[in-house]
């Protein structure tokens, strides 16, 4: 039975799901969060032996000062040997005072680095690593639907809340809770009614919390949603530095990213607004703890039922500190808030059907003899959009089909179901006489190869970038694959050969090297079918007659589908289909369609009869 899907997005249902997933998160982690709360338990022990030190210092001044005063109570049953004198009981006292802070000091510094060690060694790597995997599953459709600018802050960013949780959430407010039991205790020790009178205006505290955390979290939904807008404007502004200097429109784009950071600081205004109204009103009612200390309390010292040292300072410097726990409560409602926008955002992801995935019983394919065939294929990007209305194609092995058509004629769509970078959503398609659904994904993705009209390289060397799909071939098979692809003689004039490290996407090539180097990529995996997305549309005639070469030799025994607008490409294909709006308007030679009247032969006609363009 397969799971239920996960609540909608803005429930209750949703909350509580991804609280429950936050919990087992931290729970994974169990033992380190653990010692997290012991160290932080320790922290409070040792504040507090530094407190119960001031105040018995106080007693025994208060002692030896006043006569007739109450004797100074040790701890332990232990008490100073009668030959000491007051000062070096004194000294003992602070010695103590300062023992306990130093050790406290130390633990403190072991509890950052543990904290950042669980925090951001582990489960921020864990997370990141968890969304990247995840993204390699998911088909093109979750890319179309999701901008890159959101999916690079839900890694950077949101991974950054959900580790929050551990930390400032669940170990915080283990902490709270464990040092307000701790210090009630201590504090009803000294006089339970002083201690329930300090407490009194605790529910007023809870409440006051409650609705803050609900009116903090739709700001914080919306400040995630204009840093992936800020991410998203950058990143597109980045990639088109050349077009807008070009156009000499850097004033333009300077007020765009403007814009969009103003945005995101507006929001954080608003944020910080709130939490100026939250946190102080916090401090302000535990405030309202110390009026009752130092009514009541005072009282009941003047009248001899507390002693001022262990009683009355005690009780207000534990109270001091609980209040500083109490402040701690605002934090955790506010990172509660991040972590559930946060939180909700990475499981959007982590919790999104892979949409294209292999079948239980798929088949391995070692090697395709490269037969497709389309029946009555359907297919939509959108579901108002039906981009392929029942097309039908059967393409033999070794065959080498062109594809032309207008712009928006479904030209994209139609090989980019060959890899199964989408599956059809009606009819089938078959490859060697079974459902392409039938074939494990990797080995239909293995058995394809694929030359974009822009072809994408690494920033890494030329060697790694012509082996990307084969990392274990030899230096040998590389250097074939390159001569193949007619890019072995511009290699070997490159400042390291085979081992120059390129730049961004290639920027240290030109476009035709670029190319060529897509082209001896898919060579190295010696794919069954090659697709070619119009990969000379962007070089110059020279360089299109050297990729055209090196392409008959690549296209030699291998089913090929080539997508081009220009006649030296398309005249190399076996038969030519044309599209016109998801149809198949028709098929056949150069010589067949140039012959009878529809789009092609007036798309030659268009180039005043050369013949030397076929519109895409």
Same mark, same amino acid.
């Given at each position: 039975m397969?799971?239920s899907?996960?609540?909608?997005?803005?429930?209750a249902?949703?909350q509580?799901?991804l609280?429950?997933?936050l919990?087992r998160?931290?729970?994974?982690?169990?033992w380190?969060?653990l010692?997290l709360?012991?160290l932080n338990?320790?922290?409070?022990?040792l504040?507090?032996?530094?407190?119960g030190g001031?105040?018995?210092?106080v007693?025994?001044?208060?002692e030896?000062v006043?006569?007739?005063a109450?004797?100074?109570?040790?701890?332990?049953g232990?008490?100073?040997?009668?030959?000491?004198e007051p000062r070096?009981?004194?000294l003992?006292?602070?010695?103590w005072?300062f023992?306990?802070?130093?050790?406290?000091?130390w633990?403190?510094?072991l509890?950052?680095?543990s904290?950042?060690?669980?925090?951001q060694g582990?489960i921020?790597?864990e997370?990141r690593?968890?969304i990247?995997a995840?993204m390699?599953?998911m088909?093109f459709?979750?890319?179309?639907?999701?901008?890159?600018?959101s999916?690079?802050n839900?890694?950077t960013?949101d991974?950054?809340s959900?580790?929050l949780?551990?930390?400032?959430?669940?170990?915080?407010a283990?902490?709270?809770?464990l040092?307000?039991?701790?210090?009630v205790v201590?504090?009803?020790k000294?006089?339970l009614?002083?201690t329930l009178a300090?407490?009194?205006?605790?529910?007023?505290?809870?409440?006051?919390?409650a609705?803050f955390?609900?009116w903090?979290?739709?700001?914080?939904e919306?400040g995630?949603k204009r840093?992936?807008?800020l991410?998203l404007v950058?990143e597109?502004?980045a990639?088109?530095?050349?077009?807008v200097?070009?156009?000499g429109?850097?004033d333009?784009?300077?007020s765009?990213?403007?814009?969009a950071?103003?945005?995101?600081?507006?929001?954080?205004?608003r944020v910080?607004?709130?939490?100026?109204?939250?946190?102080?009103?916090?401090s302000?009612?535990?405030?309202?703890?110390l009026?009752?200390?130092?009514?009541?309390g005072?009282?009941l010292a003047?009248?001899?039922?507390i002693p001022?040292?262990?009683?009355?300072?005690l009780?207000?410097?534990i109270?001091?500190?609980?209040?500083a726990?109490?402040?701690?409560i605002g934090?955790?409602? %506010?990172?509660?808030?991040q972590t559930?926008?946060?939180?909700d955002?990475?499981y959007?992801?982590? %919790?999104?059907?892979?949409?294209?995935?292999?079948r239980?019983?798929?088949?391995p394919?070692?090697?395709?003899?490269g037969?497709?065939?389309f029946?009555e294929?359907s297919?939509?990007?959108k579901?108002? %959009?039906?981009v392929?209305?029942?097309?039908s194609?059967?393409v033999?092995?070794?065959?080498k089909?062109?594809?032309?058509?207008p712009?928006?004629a479904?030209?994209?769509?139609?090989i980019?179901?060959i890899?199964?970078?989408?599956?059809p959503d009606?009819?089938?398609?078959l490859?060697?006489?079974?459902?392409?659904r039938?074939?494990?994904?990797?080995?239909?993705?293995?058995?394809?190869?694929l030359?974009?009209?822009?072809?994408?390289?690494f920033?890494?060397?030329v060697?790694?970038?012509?082996?990307f799909?084969?990392?274990?071939?030899?230096?040998?098979?590389?250097?074939?694959?390159?001569?193949?692809?007619?890019?072995?003689e511009?290699?070997?004039k490159?400042?390291?050969g085979?081992?120059?490290?390129?730049?961004?996407?290639?920027?240290n090539?030109?476009?035709?090297q670029?190319q060529?180097?897509?082209?001896?990529?898919?060579?190295?995996?010696?794919?069954?079918?090659?697709?070619?997305?119009?990969?000379?549309?962007?070089v %110059?005639?020279?360089t299109?007659?050297e990729?055209?070469a090196?392409?008959d030799r690549?296209?030699?025994?291998?089913?090929t589908f080539?997508v081009?607008h220009?006649?030296s490409?398309?005249r190399?294909?076996?038969r030519i289909?044309v599209?016109?709006?998801?149809?198949i308007?028709?098929?056949g030679?150069?010589?067949?369609?140039?012959?009878q009247?529809?789009?092609?032969?007036?798309?030659?006609?268009?180039?005043?009869?050369?013949?030397?363009?076929v519109?895409?």
């Amino acid at each position: 039975m397969p799971p239920s899907p996960p609540p909608p997005p803005g429930s209750a249902a949703r909350q509580r799901y991804l609280l429950g997933r936050l919990f087992r998160l931290t729970a994974r982690h169990g033992w380190r969060s653990l010692g997290l709360v012991a160290l932080n338990t320790a922290l409070l022990a040792l504040g507090l032996a530094g407190l119960g030190g001031v105040g018995l210092a106080v007693d025994y001044l208060r002692e030896q000062v006043q006569p007739g005063a109450p004797a100074a109570k040790f701890p332990f049953g232990w008490h100073p040997p009668d030959a000491w004198e007051p000062r070096t009981v004194l000294l003992a006292l602070g010695l103590w005072i300062f023992a306990a802070a130093a050790l406290r000091a130390w633990l403190a510094r072991l509890t950052a680095i543990s904290t950042n060690r669980l925090g951001q060694g582990r489960i921020v790597v864990e997370l990141r690593s968890a969304i990247y995997a995840k993204m390699q599953r998911m088909s093109f459709r979750f890319f179309d639907a999701n901008a890159t600018g959101s999916l690079i802050n839900r890694v950077t960013g949101d991974t950054q809340s959900v580790r929050l949780f551990i930390d400032g959430v669940a170990v915080q407010a283990l902490n709270v809770v464990l040092a307000a039991v701790f210090y009630v205790v201590c504090l009803a020790k000294i006089h339970l009614g002083l201690t329930l009178a300090c407490f009194a205006f605790l529910p007023v505290l809870g409440l006051v919390v409650a609705l803050f955390s609900r009116w903090l979290r739709p700001d914080y939904e919306e400040g995630r949603k204009r840093v992936d807008r800020l991410v998203l404007v950058f990143e597109e502004l980045a990639r088109g530095m050349g077009v807008v200097k070009s156009f000499g429109l850097q004033d333009w784009a300077e007020s765009r990213f403007l814009e969009a950071n103003a945005s995101v600081r507006d929001q954080k205004r608003r944020v910080f607004g709130k939490l100026t109204i939250l946190h102080p009103l916090i401090s302000l009612l535990n405030q309202l703890s110390l009026v009752v200390l130092l009514g009541y309390g005072g009282w009941l010292a003047i009248r001899g039922d507390i002693p001022v040292g262990t009683g009355l300072i005690l009780f207000a410097g534990i109270l001091q500190q609980l209040n500083a726990q109490v402040n701690a409560i605002g934090a955790v409602a %506010d990172n509660l808030q991040q972590t559930l926008t946060g939180a909700d955002r990475v499981y959007e992801v982590l %919790d999104a059907p892979p949409g294209i995935t292999d079948r239980t019983d798929a088949a391995p394919l070692e090697r395709a003899r490269g037969a497709v065939v389309f029946e009555e294929v359907s297919f939509r990007f959108k579901p108002e %959009d039906t981009v392929l209305h029942e097309l039908s194609l059967s393409v033999n092995p070794g065959e080498k089909i062109a594809i032309v058509g207008p712009t928006g004629a479904g030209k994209t769509a139609l090989i980019q179901l060959i890899p199964r970078f989408y599956d059809p959503d009606g009819g089938r398609l078959l490859l060697d006489g079974r459902d392409l659904r039938d074939w494990r994904l990797d080995d239909v993705r293995r058995q394809t190869g694929l030359v974009f009209q822009e072809s994408f390289l690494f920033s890494a060397p030329v060697a790694a970038n012509i082996a990307f799909g084969n990392p274990s071939a030899s230096r040998e098979d590389v250097e074939r694959a390159a001569r193949l692809a007619a890019a072995h003689e511009f290699i070997e004039k490159l400042p390291q050969g085979y081992d120059t490290l390129l730049h961004e996407n290639g920027g240290n090539l030109s476009g035709g090297q670029r190319q060529r180097l897509a082209l001896a990529r898919a060579i190295l995996l010696d794919p069954a079918i090659l697709i070619l997305d119009d990969p000379t549309a962007a070089v %110059d005639a020279g360089t299109e007659h050297e990729i055209l070469a090196a392409m008959d030799r690549v296209m030699a025994g291998r089913t090929t589908f080539i997508v081009a607008h220009r006649f030296s490409t398309v005249r190399r294909a076996d038969r030519i289909v044309v599209l016109d709006r998801g149809r198949i308007a028709a098929v056949g030679t150069h010589e067949e369609l140039s012959a009878q009247p529809g789009y092609y032969r007036d798309a030659i006609l268009a180039e005043n009869g050369t013949g030397e363009e076929v519109a895409a």
